[in-house]
Structures are given as C-alpha cells and as structure tokens.
Antibody, heavy 121, light 109 residues
Framework: QVQLQESGPGLVKPSQTLSLTCSVS??????????WSWIRQHPGMGLEWIGY???????YYNPSLKSRVTISADTSKNQFSLKLISVTAADTAVYYC?????????????WGRGTLVTVSS | SYVLTQAPSVSVAPGQTARITCGGNNIGGKSVHWYQQRPGQAPVMVVYDDAKRPSGIPERFSGSNSGNTATLTINRVEAGDEADYYCQVWDTSTDHPVVFGGGTTLIVL
C-alpha cells in the first residue's frame, strides 16, 4: 500500500525558509487520480491544510499562506516538497504530507507520520 | 469560509456508544470525512463520504449526515479508541476548499 514519509530539518531560524520533502512508496505520484498535499498541526491544536500539487504540476494553496508557500514535485524521485519562506514562531508545527483523493468529495488517506519543525533562533 | 463546529470533548465508559458531532450550515449537503488521531500519531481516516468505512476500520465505527449535523458513532467503545477525532469537508464555494473541524477528544472513562 502507499506510504508517505516526511523529511527535513527540525529546526529553522526565524525569517529563513522551511523546506520539507515527502517521499512516496508503493505508488507513483505521476499516476493521476490523486493530489499530494501538505497539512500542518500547531502544538496542541487542530489541523490546517497548506496546499496540494497534482501530477500535472497544478498547485493550490491555502489563501492565508499563499504568499509564502511553494509546493513542487520531483516525479523521477517520486517525491513532492514544501517550501515556506519568511518563517516565524507561528510556523512551529508538525507538518504532515498526505495523499488526497481527486474524487469530487476529496479526503486524505494515507498520511505520513509527520515531522516537527520548530522555528527558533 | 465554511466553518465546522465540534465539541471539545466527549466522555464515555468502555462498552458504551460514543457519538461525536460535527456541525455546519447545511452540512447534510456535503460529504463528511472523519479522522482519528491517537496521541503522538498521525491522523487516520475512519469514515469517508459520510458513512463509508475504509478497509481495516472496525465495523464499530459508523457515520451519518443530515441537516446541519454529521455524526461519527463508535459502538462498544474500547480504551484504544481514546483519541482526537476531526471532521473534514471539501467546500468548493470558497477559495479555502479544505475545511477541518476543531477536533473532539474522546475520553474513555
């Protein structure tokens, strides 16, 4: 079955760029039928959708983060990535990657284990 | 943007039935998905499209959706069901289509 795994630095300095990669196994991100998404969870809080990428390269972002977010994909490595610029302490969160069905009703399954990113000097 | 409202917590004794609700304006006209998040773990989908159960999810988990309330029902609650539960919809009427509820903590007494 499809599995996702996040990787990247656990500590980022304020004003710098947060960069994470999601490696997908058991399925191809190029196969269509799915969007590949990033979701974050602030400590002790709920879930916040960040955005997605489709295999064609189409992206869509949460309007509240749109000015700072870029999601890209490397189909040769079966990975997709998140970049968030100009980070502050408010960006400290567990970041999850997830597969989002392209069905009309759009759900997330499966999810990666998540990676904690702390923004601090 | 569309808002989903969940109670902060629900308490239930083992073996009893837990009902976790998700409120939204005419949510019955949308498809609702539910996720279980055990402490320190990633979310896992337990119900999709209101009432469908993914493979591997026990039959004890069921969902319904009508009017302004969607409900996740867990029968014969076990200690291992203690977790946070989030509802989610896809709302195409705004530029923020993915909407999660605030989450409900199920406490097994």
């Amino acid at each position: 079955q499809v599995q996702l795994q996040e990787s990247g630095p656990g500590l980022v300095k304020p004003s710098q760029t947060l960069s994470l990669t999601c490696s997908v196994s058991g399925g191809s991100i190029s196969s269509g039928g799915y969007y590949w998404s990033w979701i974050r969870q602030h400590p002790g809080m709920g879930l916040e959708w960040i955005g997605y990428i489709f295999y064609s390269g189409t992206t869509y972002y949460n309007p509240s983060l749109k000015s700072r977010v870029t999601i890209s994909a490397d189909t040769s490595k079966n990975q997709f990535s998140l970049k968030l610029i100009s980070v502050t302490a408010a960006d400290t969160a567990v970041y999850y990657c997830a597969r989002e069905t392209a069905a009309a009703t759009r759900w997330f399954d499966p999810w990666g284990r998540g990676t904690l990113v702390t923004v601090s000097s | 943007s569309y808002v989903l409202t969940q109670a902060p917590s629900v308490s239930v004794a083992p073996g009893q039935t837990a009902r976790i609700t998700c409120g939204g304006n005419n949510i019955g006209g949308k498809s609702v998905h539910w996720y279980q998040q055990r402490p320190g773990q990633a979310p896992v989908m337990v119900v999709y499209d209101d009432a469908k159960r993914p493979s591997g999810i026990p039959e004890r988990f069921s969902g319904s959706n009508s009017g302004n309330t969607a409900t996740l029902t867990i029968n014969r609650v076990e200690a291992g069901d203690e977790a946070d539960y989030y509802c989610q919809v896809w709302d195409t009427s705004t530029d923020h289509p993915v909407v999660f509820g605030g989450g409900t903590t199920l406490i097994v007494l």
